[in-house]
């Protein structure tokens, strides 16, 4: 882990939910994001996510993605030695990337992300194999008929990671160390569903399992503060942070310009985070909605 950091932290910003990436995107300009590159890797990552997938403000096809990887990873590549995770549900993002990518100037790269609702999903296994790359698996989406379906609670983010352990370990000759297993990360002042007490709680399930020992955990860190003051973003994602380290986390994909840190355990943040968790648990009988609500509740206090 990186010095300061009790987690190995992905670094985000070539992501165009972000100001400075939409800006090279639009100007096709790979010294740009080579300079997001410099500043994640100064800024204490150890990984840095390539996500140059459009939003719900920037239409980006496909087409221009491949165009363009070409010339971004060779630029990347230039301006840090850490290994890129490229993310994208496309396997065609994924080829087009790995070509390109120099193993010579970088450790392995990471291939983000595996998920039962992926189109060609055992060729995108094939792919980790071919190229001999770390994976992670969003394991918040379970295997049922006719594709993938939103997990609906620990037991079964727990079950589809080890189905996921077991095929890569099989199928792709991974070894856990090079398994990043996400278990998922709601909008903690929007989750009436118990998303985020899921995720913690299918970490829990994963870390006792011995067959499983050895895989990373990750989160998308962001999504949780998403719609809460920005004054009190890093706070929350600080406390997010604590209890799922509590819990094993030890990977997170966040931006390193932030200084995320373990809060100590009277950070009235963290308790209150805490405890707005709890009350979102549901009682016996009660739908798990009521519960919810009231974790919303315990959040909006805390704004206050």
């Not at 070409?70 to 490229?86: D, E, H, I, K, S």
Request: aromatic share 6%.
């Amino acid at each position: 882990m990186s010095e300061g950091f009790p987690f190995r932290l992905i670094g985000e910003l070539i992501n165009h939910s972000f100001a400075r990436a939409r800006k090279a995107w639009l100007a096709r300009d790979p010294a740009g994001y080579a300079a997001l590159a410099r500043l994640q890797t100064e800024k204490g990552a150890e990984f840095l996510t390539v996500n140059i997938d459009g939003t719900q403000t920037l239409q980006i096809r496909l087409p221009e993605m491949l165009e363009f990887l070409p010339r971004l990873v060779p630029a990347l590549q230039g301006a840090t030695r850490l290994p890129l995770a490229f993310d994208n549900p496309s396997i065609d993002y994924h080829q087009t990337a790995l070509k390109v990518y120099d193993r010579a100037r970088s450790p392995a790269p990471v291939l983000n992300s595996l998920a039962a609702s992926r189109e060609r999903l055992d060729d995108m296994i094939g792919l980790v194999r071919e190229f001999d790359t770390h994976v992670v698996v969003m394991a918040s989406e379970k295997f049922s008929p006719g594709g993938g379906s939103q997990c609906r609670n620990a037991k079964e983010i727990y079950e589809t990671t080890r189905t996921f352990v077991a095929r890569l370990l099989d199928e792709a000759r991974r070894t856990p160390d090079q398994i990043i297993v996400d278990p998922g990360l709601a909008p903690v002042g929007a989750d009436t569903y118990g998303l985020v007490n899921m995720g913690l709680d299918a970490m829990r399930m994963i870390r006792k399992d011995p067959d499983l020992a050895g895989v990373h955990l990750s989160v998308g860190l962001t999504n949780f503060s998403f719609g809460i003051p920005p004054d009190l973003r890093k706070p929350f994602e600080c406390a997010y942070l604590t209890l799922a380290r509590e819990v094993g986390l030890d990977f997170v994909l966040a931006n390193p310009e932030k200084g995320l840190h373990l809060l100590k355990p009277e950070d009235p943040i963290l308790q209150g985070i805490r405890n707005a968790l709890e009350h979102g648990r549901a009682t016996e009988g009660e739908e798990q909605e009521e519960a919810g609500f009231r974790q919303i509740e315990k959040v909006l206090e805390l704004c206050r």
